[in-house]
């Protein structure tokens, strides 16, 4: 009888073994290459360097580190999607650099040139976003007291988050957040027709015991409202992938004040960046001291232009 309930023990304990690397698998990011997109910018050449900084657990980040004409400057990391790089990230560097921002733009681990992981996750994004940051207040051209955040999709929630539990940031500019990850996993899900009752339920419950956080606590819904800085919401249209709806939450749960920039545009943003520059320069320039808030143009309203 002992010997039966052991076999059983340890039958569970190699089915949940197998679970788990299965999940981990099909949840993966995939690798993007950088493609050289950021060489179709128009950048001075001699502004870019290539980086790699210390990361969490040893493991080193790649990244850009893009320099304004005069320094020392305000800098702002900008941390791309799951499953992209920070090549896709490249075009919101020229009007901040312009505006006399030094911008990082950076690889998450598992994700374009910065090293491997058994697994990522949103709190790891912040915990990578928070080694960026720590980095930045070491370089001579940077103004340490001046950083900011752009994020995008998951790089946007782990924004979200690191200004809610660290803060030391002046201002997040959020693009493209969903509005809580149990909904994002719960559309994953049915995408590859896993049902939810029973296999579904126990995915997203075991991959809160994987990255050690509730997605109730690192949701963007809960971080938004405790960010210690100014926030923008920026968020297309057309998104399918975060629906509209969420930003609209978003900005009901944030904090008074909190902007929603609506563009014309889907998940991506990458196009539909460019008219709206200007807004996304004068919000980071008033989050970071360099002038009064002057874009009274952006509304708390779905319509914003």
């Not at 304004?68 to 560097?93: S, Y």
């Not at 660290?166 to 959020?174: E, N, P």
Request: with cysteine.
């Amino acid at each position: 009888m002992l010997a039966e309930t052991a076999g059983v023990a340890a039958g569970a304990v190699a089915l949940r073994t197998l679970a788990h690397h299965a999940i981990l698998r099909g949840l993966r990011a995939p690798r993007m290459a950088h493609d050289g997109t950021h060489v179709r910018h128009a950048l001075d050449a001699s502004r870019v360097h290539e980086v790699r900084i210390p990361g969490p657990r040893g493991r080193k980040l790649f990244g850009w580190l893009v320099l304004p004409e005069q320094t020392p400057a305000p800098a702002v990391l900008a941390m791309h999607g799951w499953g992209a790089n920070a090549t896709t990230m490249w075009p919101v560097a020229p009007p901040l650099v312009a505006a006399g921002f030094a911008v990082l733009l950076l690889d998450a681990r598992c994700h374009g040139g910065s090293d491997d992981e058994a697994f990522t996750s949103m709190p790891r994004f912040a915990e990578d976003i928070a080694a960026g940051l720590a980095w930045l207040g070491t370089r001579p051209e940077v103004q340490a007291d001046r950083l900011a955040l752009v994020g995008h999709s998951v790089g946007a929630a782990a924004s979200l988050l690191h200004a809610a539990r660290t803060g030391g940031v002046r201002g997040v500019v959020s693009l493209s957040a969903f509005a809580h990850p149990d909904e994002v996993m719960r559309r994953f899900l049915a995408e590859k027709r896993v049902p939810y009752r029973p296999l579904g339920w126990y995915v997203i419950r075991h991959v809160q015991q994987v990255i050690g956080a509730r997605f109730d606590d690192i949701a963007p819904l809960a971080t938004v409202r405790r960010a210690r800085c100014p926030v923008l919401l920026v968020h297309g249209r057309h998104d399918t992938t975060a629906p509209f709806d969420d930003a609209l939450r978003l900005q009901a749960a944030a904090a008074p004040g909190t902007r929603l920039l609506a563009v014309d545009g889907d998940h991506d943003l990458r196009e539909a960046l460019a008219p709206h520059a200007g807004h996304i320069v004068e919000f980071l320039r008033s989050a970071c001291g360099d002038a009064p808030d002057t874009i009274a143009g952006i509304q708390a309203h779905p319509d914003t232009p």
